[in-house]
């Protein structure tokens, strides 16, 4: 069975795919263009992010991390955090509990 998904706009040159989620955990794409910011905030939930392609500056609590592809970053439930691409690319965001406020039920 095929499920068609739909990009949204996220922030300015950023675009993202929320895939349908499981009972606890969900995942979605997010593309950058070169210099596209995820703006500082948070959220209780744990996340998981997995670099596909590109550079990124992660902030987690005033923290900066460089990751590139084929690299990982867990931010913890509560963690003010926000990305910047250093370069255009894409990652996959894992959360878990589900992001009731990304998911359109």
């Known amino acids: ?5 739909n990009w949204e706009a996220a922030e300015p040159g950023v675009k993202r795919k929320i895939f349908p989620p499981g009972n ?3 995942m979605m794409e ?3 263009e070169e210099g596209a910011e995820g703006y500082e905030h948070s ?3 744990e996340q998981l992010t ?3 392609r590109g550079k990124f500056e992660f902030t987690i609590d005033g923290e900066k991390h460089i990751v590139g592809p084929g690299e990982t970053i867990f931010i913890p439930g509560g963690a003010k955090h926000g990305a910047k691409a250093l370069e255009a690319g894409a990652i ?3 959360f878990t ?3 009731d ?3 359109k039920r």
Do not use: A, G, N, Q
Not at 1 to 5: A, D, F, P
């Open 1 to 5: 069975m095929s499920i068609k998904l």
């Open 24 to 26: 606890s955990v969900m």
């Open 30 to 32: 997010v593309h950058f």
């Open 43 to 45: 959220h209780p939930h």
């Open 50 to 52: 997995y670099c596909l």
């Open 92 to 94: 996959i965001d894992t």
């Open 97 to 99: 509990p589900l992001r």
């Open 101 to 103: 406020d990304l998911l």
